[in-house]
């Protein structure tokens, strides 16, 4: 098994979401760039936000597992959370995430260097999970969602992306023997790239008491000259039948007992 200081070392020389970018790390043109592109092809990522706020989150807590240099930490702090902690794997994330968080004045939000596989809080800590694209890189899946279940509060919700098996990208991917992760050139793939089926995806989260998921998300970075003429309405249908992004809402029950409902 390919080891966690294997995979930390990758992902402290490429950073995620840069790739979006040429401005100079941590400055006000980085951050504009990353976020509007990132929002402009990953649309079903406003949508969750979107509706995360409509339900009212003033008096609810969120972890986000895997936060990087915290794009999707600081969209989540605006929803209106009380606190919104965000822990990563690797220094270089962590450190252009704070600088940002120092710089907006966003009391609200913290950074940890944490490994989703131990996360550093006690159990029942909070009310939302958030983890989006993050723990399908780590070398134990299922020690990672354990963590997450066992930091969620008695009926909160984890929000998680894994990558899905059965999609257009991973076909491309295998037949072309393409390397993930925007990497810098085919000799420097990512260690670790694991990709699940729905059924094999509901086992993994079936120490919680609901999971729902959809596909999403049909095409990667790397095919955005080829997305940017497909309207959001086809991409949504596409992404829905071979989507790169297997979605999951699970939430864990009063009881650790609670069978899972299918």
Same mark, same amino acid.
């Given at each position: 098994?390919?080891?966690?200081?294997?995979?930390?070392?990758?992902?402290?020389?490429? +950073? %995620?979401?840069?790739?979006?970018?040429?401005?100079?790390?941590?400055?006000?043109?980085?951050?504009?760039?990353?976020?509007? &592109?990132?929002?402009?092809?990953?649309?079903?990522?406003?949508?969750?936000?979107?509706?995360?706020?409509?339900?009212?989150?003033?008096? &609810?807590?969120? =972890?986000?597992?895997?936060?990087?240099?915290?794009?999707?930490?600081?969209?989540?702090?605006?929803?209106?959370? @009380?606190?919104?902690?965000?822990?990563?794997?690797?220094?270089?994330?962590?450190?252009?995430?704070?600088?940002?968080?120092?710089?907006?004045?966003?009391?609200?939000?913290?950074?940890?260097?944490? %490994?989703?596989?131990?996360? #550093?809080?006690?159990?029942?800590?909070?009310?939302? +999970?958030?983890?989006?694209? +993050?723990?399908?890189?780590?070398?134990?899946?299922? %020690?990672?969602?354990?963590?997450?279940? @066992? +930091?969620?509060?008695?009926?909160?919700?984890?929000?998680?992306?894994?990558?899905?098996?059965?999609?257009?990208?991973?076909?491309?991917?295998?037949?072309?023997?393409?390397?993930?992760?925007?990497?810098?050139?085919?000799?420097?793939?990512?260690?670790?790239?694991?990709?699940?089926?729905?059924? @094999?995806?509901?086992?993994?989260?079936?120490?919680?008491?609901?999971?729902?998921?959809?596909?999403?998300?049909?095409?990667?970075?790397?095919?955005?000259?080829?997305? @940017?003429?497909?309207?959001?309405?086809?991409?949504?249908? =596409?992404?829905?039948?071979?989507?790169?992004?297997?979605?999951?809402?699970?939430? &864990?029950?009063?009881?650790?007992?609670?069978?899972?409902? #299918?």
């Amino acid at each position: 098994m390919t080891s966690l200081r294997v995979v930390r070392a990758f992902w402290e020389t490429h +950073v %995620n979401n840069e790739y979006y970018t040429e401005a100079a790390r941590g400055s006000a043109a980085y951050f504009a760039d990353i976020v509007a &592109k990132r929002y402009r092809y990953h649309y079903h990522l406003l949508e969750l936000f979107k509706r995360l706020e409509r339900e009212g989150m003033a008096d &609810k807590t969120l =972890l986000e597992v895997g936060c990087g240099i915290g794009i999707d930490t600081f969209s989540l702090a605006r929803l209106g959370f @009380r606190e919104v902690v965000g822990i990563d794997l690797t220094e270089a994330a962590i450190n252009v995430a704070r600088r940002r968080a120092a710089a907006e004045g966003l009391g609200s939000v913290r950074f940890e260097l944490g %490994n989703a596989e131990r996360l #550093p809080f006690p159990a029942d800590a909070f009310d939302v +999970v958030y983890s989006f694209g +993050v723990i399908h890189h780590t070398p134990c899946i299922a %020690n990672a969602i354990s963590e997450m279940h @066992r +930091v969620l509060k008695p009926e909160g919700r984890a929000f998680v992306m894994i990558y899905h098996r059965h999609s257009l990208v991973r076909l491309i991917h295998h037949l072309f023997s393409l390397p993930y992760e925007a990497p810098q050139h085919r000799g420097d793939d990512c260690p670790i790239v694991h990709a699940y089926s729905r059924s @094999r995806a509901r086992l993994l989260f079936d120490a919680f008491s609901e999971v729902r998921l959809h596909t999403d998300y049909p095409f990667t970075f790397g095919m955005r000259h080829l997305s @940017r003429f497909v309207p959001i309405f086809a991409q949504r249908a =596409l992404g829905r039948a071979i989507g790169w992004h297997l979605m999951i809402e699970a939430r &864990k029950s009063t009881s650790s007992l609670d069978p899972l409902i #299918p």
